[in-house]
C-alpha cells in the first residue's frame, strides 16, 4: 500500500513521488493499493491511479489524483482477510505524516511500514528536540535559538541579535522541503520571518548562517544501517530551497562530493552516528554543512522521509553507491517486513483479529 497526499504544505511533493514509487514497484511481486489523503485529511482510494496501475506503470501520471472514495484510516491498513502480507510505504511528507502521527496508526494495525518509528519520525521532524538530541549525543552543530510562539517577542529577537549575530536562518520547527524558511540580514528581517515560518508552526527555529559546503549522506538500514558515498549540493540561491529541490533546473548535485578519503569516511561515521542517536530505521538523509578551516563537519539535520524522486539526492546517492531505484524501493520495503518481526520478538502482544 502507498500511502501518500497529506494534508501539510508538502501535499503536491508527495504526490509526484509517489508515482515514481508506484513505477518503481514489481507488479509481478506486490499487489499494489494506492491510497490518498487529501488536504482536508479525508483517506480515499485513488481510484485514477488504480486504473492507470491496471494498464501498467507507464500509464502513471507525474502526479497523482487524491480523489476518490473515503476510506476509514485503521481498517484500511489493517492485514488483509485472505492473510497476505500488507506493507505500507508511508511517502507523506510533514505535519501529519512524517512527525510520528501517522506511524501511530500503522502501528495500532500492527501492519510493517517503510522508515522510521513513532519516536524517530517524531524527533526527526521536530528540528527542536532534534537539535537537543544530537547535541546531548555529543555531535557538533549551528548555534542555534528555539522558541514557541507564545515567547516569540521582542526580549526573543533581542536574544537571536545578541546571541546568534547576523545572518540568520529562520526555520518552522516541524515542516520539511525549505518551506516557510528565510534567511534574515537584520532586526527588521528577523521579524518577518518569525511571522512566516509561525505561520507554519508553533515553535520556530533560529540558526546562525553558517559559511560552509553542504553535505548530504544516504542511510540504509534498521540496527545494522549502512552510508552510501557522500554528496554535496551547490545552490543556485542563498540556500537550498524549495524551488532547488523540485523545480528541475536548480542545484548543482556532485555526486560523490569532492572530499579527501578521511573527510569522505569522517562524514559517513557521523551520518551512521546521528541515525542512531536520533532513533531511525529503514532510511534516512544525514545533512551537514563542511566548515573546510573552522569546526570540520556539523550536523544539520537527518530527514527521515527525504525526497524520493529518482534525481532526488536520497537515491541518487544510493544509485552512485551501487543500489539502483528498483532495488532500493524493494530493500526498503525486506526492511519494513524485518523491523516488524524483530519488534514481534521482543514481548509485543498479539492483535486479536476476528475471523472473516
Given at each position: 500500500m502507498v500511502l501518500f497526499g497529506g494534508v501539510s504544505a508538502e501535499h503536491?511533493?508527495?504526490c509526484v513521488t509517489a508515482a515514481h514509487v508506484l513505477r518503481a514497484l514489481d507488479p509481478e511481486r506486490y499487489d499494489l493499493v494506492p491510497v490518498a489523503v487529501t488536504t482536508e485529511g479525508r483517506w480515499v482510494l485513488s481510484e485514477d491511479t488504480a486504473r492507470a496501475l491496471a494498464e501498467g506503470s507507464a500509464a502513471l501520471p507525474p502526479s497523482l489524483a487524491t480523489e476518490g472514495p473515503s476510506l476509514d484510516p485503521l481498517p484500511t491498513v489493517g492485514p488483509?482477510?485472505?492473510?497476505?502480507?500488507?506493507?505500507?510505504?508511508?511517502?507523506?511528507?510533514?505535519?501529519?505524516?512524517?512527525?510520528?502521527?501517522?506511524?501511530?496508526?500503522?502501528?495500532?494495525?500492527?501492519?510493517?511500514y517503510v522508515g522510521a518509528g513513532v519516536l524517530g519520525s517524531a524527533v526527526c521532524m521536530d528540528k527542536a528536540m532534534a537539535k537537543a538530541i544530537a547535541g546531548a549525543a555529543g555531535l557538533r552543530q549551528p548555534r542555534y535559538l528555539a522558541?514557541?510562539?507564545?515567547?516569540?517577542?521582542?526580549?526573543?529577537?533581542?536574544k537571536v541579535a545578541n546571541d546568534l549575530g547576523f545572518p540568520v536562518f529562520v526555520k518552522p520547527a516541524n515542516l520539511g522541503s525549505s518551506v516557510g524558511i528565510?534567511?534574515?540580514?537584520?532586526?527588521g528581517q528577523l521579524e518577518v520571518a518569525l511571522a512566516t515560518a509561525l505561520a507554519y508552526d508553533e515553535w520556530v527555529l533560529v540558526e546562525e548562517a553558517?559559511?560552509?559546503?553542504?553535505?548530504?549522506?544516504?542511510?540504509?538500514?534498521?540496527?545494522?544501517?549502512?552510508?552510501?558515498?557522500?554528496?554535496?549540493?551547490?545552490?543556485?540561491?542563498?540556500?537550498?530551497?524549495?524551488?532547488?529541490?523540485?523545480?528541475?533546473?536548480?542545484?548543482?548535485?556532485?555526486?560523490p562530493a569532492p572530499l579527501t578519503p578521511e573527510a569522505t569516511e569522517e562524514v559517513r561515521s557521523l551520518a551512521l552516528a546521528a541515525y542512531g542517536a536520533l532513533r531511525c530505521d529503514g532510511l534516512g538523509r544525514v545533512d551537514f554543512f563542511y566548515e573546510e578551516d573552522?569546526?570540520?563537519?556539523?550536523?544539520?539535520?537527518?530527514?527521515?522521509?527525504?525526497?524520493?524522486?529518482?534525481?532526488?539526492?536520497?537515491?541518487?546517492?544510493w544509485a552512485a553507491s551501487g543500489v539502483s531505484y528498483p532495488d532500493l524501493v524493494d530493500e526498503l520495503v525486506r526492511?519494513?517486513?524485518?523491523?516488524?518481526?524483530?519488534?514481534?520478538?521482543?514481548?509485543?502482544?498479539?492483535?486479536?483479529?476476528?475471523?472473516?
Amino acid at each position: 500500500m502507498v500511502l501518500f497526499g497529506g494534508v501539510s504544505a508538502e501535499h503536491e511533493v508527495s504526490c509526484v513521488t509517489a508515482a515514481h514509487v508506484l513505477r518503481a514497484l514489481d507488479p509481478e511481486r506486490y499487489d499494489l493499493v494506492p491510497v490518498a489523503v487529501t488536504t482536508e485529511g479525508r483517506w480515499v482510494l485513488s481510484e485514477d491511479t488504480a486504473r492507470a496501475l491496471a494498464e501498467g506503470s507507464a500509464a502513471l501520471p507525474p502526479s497523482l489524483a487524491t480523489e476518490g472514495p473515503s476510506l476509514d484510516p485503521l481498517p484500511t491498513v489493517g492485514p488483509a482477510a485472505t492473510g497476505d502480507q500488507v506493507v505500507v510505504f508511508p511517502l507523506i511528507h510533514g505535519p501529519l505524516g512524517e512527525d510520528g502521527t501517522v506511524q501511530g496508526l500503522l502501528e495500532l494495525a500492527d501492519v510493517p511500514y517503510v522508515g522510521a518509528g513513532v519516536l524517530g519520525s517524531a524527533v526527526c521532524m521536530d528540528k527542536a528536540m532534534a537539535k537537543a538530541i544530537a547535541g546531548a549525543a555529543g555531535l557538533r552543530q549551528p548555534r542555534y535559538l528555539a522558541a514557541r510562539d507564545i515567547d516569540v517577542d521582542p526580549a526573543f529577537v533581542r536574544k537571536v541579535a545578541n546571541d546568534l549575530g547576523f545572518p540568520v536562518f529562520v526555520k518552522p520547527a516541524n515542516l520539511g522541503s525549505s518551506v516557510g524558511i528565510t534567511k534574515a540580514n537584520d532586526l527588521g528581517q528577523l521579524e518577518v520571518a518569525l511571522a512566516t515560518a509561525l505561520a507554519y508552526d508553533e515553535w520556530v527555529l533560529v540558526e546562525e548562517a553558517v559559511l560552509g559546503r553542504e553535505i548530504e549522506v544516504a542511510v540504509l538500514g534498521n540496527a545494522r544501517p549502512r552510508a552510501s558515498v557522500p554528496g554535496e549540493i551547490r545552490p543556485s540561491h542563498e540556500f537550498y530551497d524549495y524551488a532547488d529541490k523540485y523545480g528541475g533546473d536548480g542545484a548543482e548535485l556532485l555526486i560523490p562530493a569532492p572530499l579527501t578519503p578521511e573527510a569522505t569516511e569522517e562524514v559517513r561515521s557521523l551520518a551512521l552516528a546521528a541515525y542512531g542517536a536520533l532513533r531511525c530505521d529503514g532510511l534516512g538523509r544525514v545533512d551537514f554543512f563542511y566548515e573546510e578551516d573552522g569546526r570540520g563537519f556539523l550536523l544539520n539535520e537527518v530527514n527521515t522521509l527525504p525526497g524520493f524522486t529518482p534525481n532526488s539526492m536520497y537515491p541518487a546517492l544510493w544509485a552512485a553507491s551501487g543500489v539502483s531505484y528498483p532495488d532500493l524501493v524493494d530493500e526498503l520495503v525486506r526492511l519494513a517486513v524485518e523491523r516488524h518481526e524483530h519488534r514481534r520478538g521482543h514481548g509485543r502482544p498479539q492483535p486479536v483479529v476476528d475471523p472473516p
